[in-house]
C-alpha cells in the first residue's frame, strides 16, 4: 500500500490567490544585500537582478540608482538574483530560522 500525499485544493485558483495564502514572517534584517557597491555601479549596465525578480524586490526607482534597491520583504527566496548577476555580486541568505515565506501550495 502506497502513501498518498494530501493534494491542495488549487483547482481554480490565480496566481495572485496562491500569491495571497503564502505567508511572510519578517525577520527585520535583509537577507539580500550587493557584495561591493562599485561593482554595480562601475561594471553592471544590465541590472539582470531587475529584470529577472519576480516579487520587484530588486529595483530602481528612478534612472539615477546606479545600485538597485532592495526590497527583501517582498522575497519570494526564489534565489534568481543570485544566479542572474553576472558578476556574482548578490548576497543572499537564508532567512534567519522560522522566518520568511511559508508557501501553502508548496
Do not use: Q
Request: with cysteine; proline share 5%; aromatic share 10%.
Amino acid at each position: 500500500m502506497s502513501a498518498h500525499p494530501k493534494t491542495p485544493d488549487v483547482e481554480k485558483a490565480s496566481i495572485e490567490d496562491r500569491l495571497y495564502a503564502n505567508k511572510y514572517t519578517d525577520h527585520e534584517e535583509s537577507h539580500l544585500d550587493v557584495k561591493v557597491e562599485g561593482v554595480c555601479e562601475d561594471r553592471c549596465d544590465t541590472y539582470d537582478c531587475v529584470s529577472v525578480c519576480p516579487a520587484n524586490v530588486w529595483r530602481n526607482e528612478d534612472e539615477t540608482d546606479v545600485v538597485p534597491m532592495i526590497a527583501y520583504e517582498n522575497c519570494l527566496e526564489c534565489g534568481s538574483c543570485r544566479f542572474a548577476c553576472k558578476y556574482d555580486n548578490v548576497v543572499w541568505e537564508w532567512p534567519a530560522n522560522g522566518t520568511g515565506m511559508t508557501y501553502k501550495y508548496g
